[in-house]
């Protein structure tokens, strides 16, 4: 992560990283999504409030447990959770031990996908799960969300919003702004391009544009990492202990050790070596 990233995430509360992927990448994953369609399901957990500019006709679509679809769908996936070109982010925003913190899930949306209510935590109160702070030329954060694009988005199309800056920001966030019903001015709908990058804070202020773009659809990989010391999602067994830990390489299986810090696996920047110092602050 280089000065100028880190001026932009530390001001901004996210980030876009272009070309993360490689084209081989982005297609393995498609390939995967592509064969996989059946297991597509509505997002029930979205939820637009009272807010009429929010609205759709249907929810947004919602791929989960990709880790353990059947072989080789599942391995795409895998592989993308230790990547090596997003290893050097996390080392900056969480130092060095960080976690999966639930397991992978696509987000899909066509024409007519309603949104979803603009949350984060902000800094208006100490969120021990979700925060940003800067001490001694470091920032650290609670969760953040590192969101790979597996097709384009134009800003306009829908999709990933955010208030950039939000994360530092210390009044609650009114109703009418969090419905995207007033000051639509400072929600920004990242551009990117299929095999980018965008990562951002949990405390910052996002959610989710309805669907404008009848040329193209929305499909976007989130995968959520936290600092080893916290774990913020439910479906702590499920992402900590599954079945198949033996299938995975021991950077994989370093990612899903629960939150502590005495002996740690830590995953080198190779993306495959794994040391355990007694401690690494
Ligand atoms: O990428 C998006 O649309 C926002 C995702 C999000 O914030 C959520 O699903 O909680």
Not at 68 to 91: E, G, M, N, T
Not at 186 to 203: C, L, Q, R, S, T
Not at 215 to 222: A, N, V
Request: with cysteine; hydrophobic share 35%; proline share 6%.
């Amino acid at each position: 992560m280089n000065e100028r990233e880190k001026f932009l995430f530390d001001l901004q509360g996210f980030l876009a990283v272009k070309d993360i992927l490689t084209p081989e990448e982005v297609d393995a994953l498609n390939a995967a999504v592509d064969a996989n369609l059946n297991k597509q399901v509505e997002d029930d957990n979205s939820a637009t409030g009272d807010s009429k500019t929010l609205a759709g006709t249907h929810k947004r679509g919602m791929f989960s447990g990709m880790l353990s679809w059947p072989k080789p769908w599942c391995q795409p996936f895998r592989d993308i959770i230790v990547h090596q070109k997003a290893i050097p982010y996390l080392d900056a925003i969480h130092g060095r031990g960080w976690r999966l913190d639930h397991s992978p899930f696509i987000l899909t949306s066509d024409p007519g996908t309603e949104g979803l209510l603009l949350h984060g935590a902000t800094n208006h109160h100490f969120f021990g799960a979700a925060y940003h702070i800067y001490t001694n030329g470091q920032m650290r954060c609670g969760m953040v969300v590192l969101q790979y694009q597996l097709a384009d988005v134009e800003e306009g199309d829908g999709g990933l919003c955010v208030i950039p800056g939000s994360h530092k920001a210390n009044f609650p966030c009114p109703q009418e702004i969090r419905e995207w019903e007033a000051n639509q001015e400072i929600v920004y709908n990242v551009p990117a391009k299929a095999g980018d990058m965008i990562i951002f804070n949990e405390a910052t202020i996002h959610g989710t544009l309805p669907w404008k773009n009848h040329e193209r659809k929305r499909r976007s990989l989130l995968v959520r990492y936290s600092p080893k010391y916290l774990h913020y999602a439910g479906g702590y067994y499920d992402v900590t202990f599954p079945e198949w830990v033996d299938e995975l390489t021991e950077a994989q299986r370093a990612l899903l050790e629960p939150p502590y810090i005495y002996n740690r696996p830590l995953i080198e920047e190779d993306g495959e070596t794994v040391v355990r110092p007694r401690v690494e602050y």
